[in-house]
């Protein structure tokens, strides 16, 4: 009886084991070493039925002999044969963290360089643009200390009021540059309508802008990002794509919102962003603010095909 109960405790083991092997294999990339010893225990699987078989069934081994041991010996074949291999597993496994680890140094490399261009644009902002009308603004108060008369007072007080505005404006532009607070109290869409719209008045590419959250509003994170990212994305196109169309469409499912960008420019190849060069740094900008949200980008592209960008971020 122990007999007999340990027979189908091993049939048992061994489905468990062969399920298992099969599951990994997908996961081992259907590595041959790990299919050998696949096979192997599905061998060794086959060869405890026909062990069991006496137990249930009339049925005598001594006429399966040769087809027993056959069967030993191809299992025995595959797992010494799978286990003699198996090292490639762990060189692919070694070789997917090492390129990992890589991607991950390019992907803080560039989020460094990121936020110091940024850090640089801004101090070019305020030194070019704010520093001159508040240079001007000061000459002109230090005029009208002199006691200049009256009609050249009245003159340089409003060229005084005039470049107030102007110095206003600036430190509102610099402002939403650093934090857009129109998506802090209206929303994302309402953030891409007012910059696609100032790109469409330039008259040198049309943008065409879906949306189809139907009033949804994600977390304030995702929607900075996104915002960030589909800047990130229409200057790209502007500047290398030669493209006379943009299509954004925004939508969501309850679990995840999804961005679709496409763009009919002369496109690129897109093995040619993982190279260490200047013109992939924007993608690889792209690339670590969406990962920073656990979202995942799908980038399809070639060249005089423009290129279609789909991003997917969990809520």
Not at 98 to 116: D, G, H, S
Request: hydrophobic share 45%; charged share 25%.
């Amino acid at each position: 009886m122990v007999f007999k109960t340990m027979v189908f405790i091993t049939i048992v083991l061994h489905i468990i084991a062969t399920v298992v092997s099969l599951r990994l294999t997908r996961r081992t990339k259907y590595n041959v070493s790990w299919v050998l010893i696949t096979i192997g225990f599905a061998i060794l699987l086959s060869r405890r039925i026909i062990e069991a078989l006496p137990f249930l069934i009339e049925f005598d081994p001594v006429e399966y002999r040769m087809a027993y041991v056959w069967l030993g010996i191809f299992s025995s074949l595959c797992l010494a044969v799978g286990l003699i291999l198996v090292g490639r597993i762990f060189n692919y496994m070694e070789r997917m963290e090492t390129e990992k680890r890589e991607t991950e140094k390019k992907f803080l490399a560039v989020t460094i360089q990121a936020e110091e261009r940024e850090r640089s644009r801004i101090s070019k902002d305020i030194h070019d643009g704010l520093g001159p009308l508040l240079s001007t603004i000061k000459m002109s108060i230090s005029a009208l200390k002199k006691g200049w008369d009256k009609p050249n007072a009245a003159k340089i007080l409003d060229n005084v009021d005039v470049i107030t505005n102007e110095a206003i404006k600036s430190i509102k532009d610099i402002s939403d540059n650093l934090s857009p607070h129109v998506i802090e109290n209206f929303g994302l869409v309402k953030a891409l309508n007012n910059f696609i719209q100032k790109i469409n008045a330039t008259k040198t590419i049309k943008i065409h802008f879906a949306d189809k959250l139907n009033n949804y509003r994600p977390h304030n994170d995702i929607e900075i990002v996104l915002y960030r990212v589909i800047c990130e994305l229409i200057s790209n196109t502007v500047k290398h794509a030669e493209a006379k169309n943009i299509y954004i469409a925004l939508n969501h499912d309850g679990k995840s919102m999804y961005m679709d960008y496409q763009d009919d420019g002369v496109g690129f190849e897109v093995d040619s962003l993982f190279k260490p060069q200047a013109k992939g740094m924007g993608y690889y900008s792209i690339f670590s603010r969406i990962k920073s949200i656990n979202g995942e980008v799908v980038t399809n592209s070639s060249s005089e095909k423009g290129t279609r960008i789909i991003i997917s971020i969990p809520l």
